[in-house]
C-alpha cells in the first residue's frame, strides 16, 4: 500500500496515508482501537471498498486492474455466515465446486483441512447443529479451501469464549503456517496480536504508527501510545525532565523525586545531549524490583495504595508523590499480602536504569 487514503461520505477520514508491505507469506496483524480504521483496510485489499487517494499493488499488478474475484483473497468475518442448508462438509466444498472441481476432489480436500481443523465428526451435521467455534472453524475451512494468495480474517474469535479462542487461535497459527498463505489479520486482542503475528501494524485513527515483528513493538514501541497498547499490566509511562550534570551523568527529574541512570546505559547516551528535555518513561512493572533496605541511590519510593492477588502474581498499586498514570508493579508473591500492606510508607519501586525506556518519539 502506498500512501493510501480512504474517506467516507466526503469527508470521515478513514484511513489516512497508510503505506505499508507484506511480504509473501507474512502474517501481519492490524491492531488497534475500535474505529481506527482496520476493517477499511481489509476491504480495500479485498476489493470490496474504493480508494479514495493512493495505490494498492497485489504483487506487481496495481488492485485497480484486478476485479475483487481475481485478487484471490479468501475473507473470514467475526462470524462466518454459513449457508443453512448444507451440511459443513458441503459448505467447505462449496467454493471448489463452484470453481467446477469433481465432488470426489472437493470432498477428500474438504476431509484434508476438517483434520487441520479438528472438524472431522461435524462434517455431516448443518450448520445450526454446531457450536459458535464449530461454525467458525468451517467458515475459515470455506474460505481457504481454494488456497487463496490472500487470507483477511476480520476478528475471527471475538464471538468465542475465552477456551475456545485460545483453542481456535492456535489452530489458525498453526494453519496459517503450514499453508504459507499471505495473511492480514485484523484484532484489538493484543494477545492474538503479539501470539500469531510475524509483524504487527499499530494503527490509531487511520494511521499505522508503528509497525514491528512483537518483540520489537513490545520492547521498543514508537510513542507512548503503542507502549501503552500492548502488555497486561498496562505499562508505566512517566512525565519527566532530563538533567544532565556537568560530568555528563543523566537523571531524569520527576518533579519530587530524582532517579539517576547509570553512566553505561544507552539511554543515558542518548539523553546526555538533552538536558531539559521533557520525556515520558516508559517503565513495564517486571522490569521494576524492589530496592534492598538501605539502598537510596536509585530508586524512587512511594506509598503503596492497593495490592492485587492474580494467581501467578501480585500486583502493587504504588503512588510515587509524582505523575504517575498506572503505577503498577510486579514483585515476588509476599508470603500473605498483609506484611506489606501493613506497611503503609514502603521504599521501592525501585526503576534501576535497566528498567527504564525512554520513548525517543513521544
Ligand atoms: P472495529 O474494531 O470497531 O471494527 P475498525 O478499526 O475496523 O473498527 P473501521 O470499521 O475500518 O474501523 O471504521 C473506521 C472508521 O470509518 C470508523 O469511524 C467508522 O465509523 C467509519 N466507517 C466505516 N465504514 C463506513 C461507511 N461505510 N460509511 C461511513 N463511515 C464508515
Redesign the pocket.
Known amino acids: 500500500m502506498e500512501s493510501v487514503s480512504?474517506v467516507?461520505?466526503g469527508h470521515?477520514l478513514?484511513?489516512d496515508n497508510v503505506s505499508l508491505e507484506i511480504a509473501d507469506g507474512e502474517f501481519m496483524v492490524?491492531l488497534?482501537?475500535?474505529?481506527?480504521?482496520?476493517?477499511?483496510?481489509?476491504?480495500m485489499i479485498a476489493g470490496l471498498?474504493e480508494l479514495t487517494g493512493g495505490e494498492l499493488w497485489l504483487d506487481r499488478t496495481p488492485a485497480a486492474d484486478l476485479t475483487p474475484k481475481d485478487r484471490g483473497v479468501a475473507f473470514v468475518f467475526q462470524s462466518g455466515a454459513l449457508y443453512p442448508n448444507r451440511t459443513a462438509r458441503e459448505n467447505i466444498m462449496f467454493p471448489l465446486r463452484m470453481a467446477g472441481e469433481e465432488p470426489a476432489a472437493a470432498s477428500t480436500k474438504a476431509a484434508g483441512l476438517a483434520k487441520i481443523l479438528r472438524i472431522v465428526p461435524t462434517l455431516d451435521r448443518l450448520p445450526r447443529t454446531l457450536s459458535g467455534g464449530q461454525r467458525q472453524r468451517v467458515a475459515i475451512g470455506r474460505a481457504i479451501v481454494r488456497q487463496p494468495r490472500i487470507f483477511l480474517m476480520?476478528?475471527p474469535l471475538s464471538n468465542l469464549d475465552a477456551t475456545m479462542r485460545t483453542e481456535l487461535r492456535q489452530e489458525i497459527g498453526a494453519m496459517v503456517r503450514d499453508l504459507k498463505v499471505t495473511t492480514v489479520y485484523?484484532t484489538?486482542d493484543q494477545v492474538e496480536a503479539l501470539t500469531l503475528a510475524d509483524r504487527i501494524a499499530i494503527?490509531r485513527d487511520?494511521r499505522i504508527e508503528d509497525v514491528g515483528t512483537p518483540a520489537q513493538i513490545y520492547n521498543d514501541p514508537a510513542t507512548a501510545f503503542v507502549a501503552g497498547f500492548l502488555g497486561t499490566p498496562r505499562i508505566n509511562l512517566l512525565s519527566a525532565t532530563v538533567r544532565v550534570t556537568a560530568r555528563h551523568r543523566v537523571s531524569l527529574d520527576f518533579g519530587t523525586q530524582t532517579l539517576p541512570l547509570p553512566p553505561t546505559d544507552r539511554r543515558s547516551l542518548i539523553l546526555s545531549r538533552h538536558d531539559g528535555a521533557r520525556v515520558i518513561v516508559g517503565a513495564r512493572s517486571d522490569a521494576i524490583t524492589p530496592a534492598a533496605d538501605g539502598d537510596d541511590t536509585d530508586q524512587l519510593s512511594g506509598t503503596l495504595r492497593a495490592l492485587e492477588f492474580h494467581g501467578n502474581q501480585w500486583i502493587a498499586f504504588i503512588h510515587c508523590g509524582i505523575e504517575v498514570l498506572n503505577p503498577d508493579f510486579v514483585g515476588p508473591a509476599p508470603t500473605t499480602s498483609r506484611s506489606l500492606v501493613e506497611r503503609p510508607r514502603i521504599r521501592h519501586a525501585a526503576a534501576h536504569g535497566s528498567a527504564l525506556s525512554t520513548m525517543a518519539r513521544s
Open positions: 480512504k467516507y461520505g470521515h478513514a484511513v492490524l488497534g482501537p475500535s474505529g481506527c480504521g482496520k476493517t477499511t483496510m481489509l476491504r471498498e476480520d476478528e485484523v484489538h494503527m487511520g
